[in-house]
């Protein structure tokens, strides 16, 4: 089970990925989502939480469901996510065959 520090950290990480895929620096998205810069500086940097409703206001202002912010880490395109389990599980699948035919 996940903790709540590495949802955090695919929180604080989605948001700069949404903030600068907007094109949106700091400010712009604290004035968007009525908070403060340094608030959305010290979630980014790791060192605060947001509220449940500082959550809604930010994906509110970066267009996206509130959920988006907590899933993967959206940097990553599928390609990439492709690319590294094909290459992760084509060895294990390779290694399986060789054990169940041996």
Do not use: W
Not at 11 to 30: I, P, V
Not at 31 to 42: K, L, P, R, V, Y
Not at 48 to 66: R, V
Not at 73 to 97: G, N
Request: some cysteine.
């Amino acid at each position: 089970m996940r903790d709540v520090d590495s949802f955090f950290d695919d929180f604080r990480m989605n948001m700069k990925y949404y903030r600068e895929l907007r094109g949106l620096s700091q400010s712009e998205l604290a004035i968007q989502a009525d908070s403060s810069n340094g608030m959305i500086g010290n979630i980014e940097a790791g060192k605060a939480h947001p509220s449940f409703k500082s959550i809604l206001s930010i994906a509110e202002a970066l267009h996206i469901h509130p959920a988006d912010l907590f899933l993967r880490d959206a940097s990553q395109s599928k390609e990439d996510i492709r690319r590294i389990l094909t290459e992760r599980l084509c060895d294990d699948i390779k290694r399986l065959v060789d054990a169940s035919l041996s």
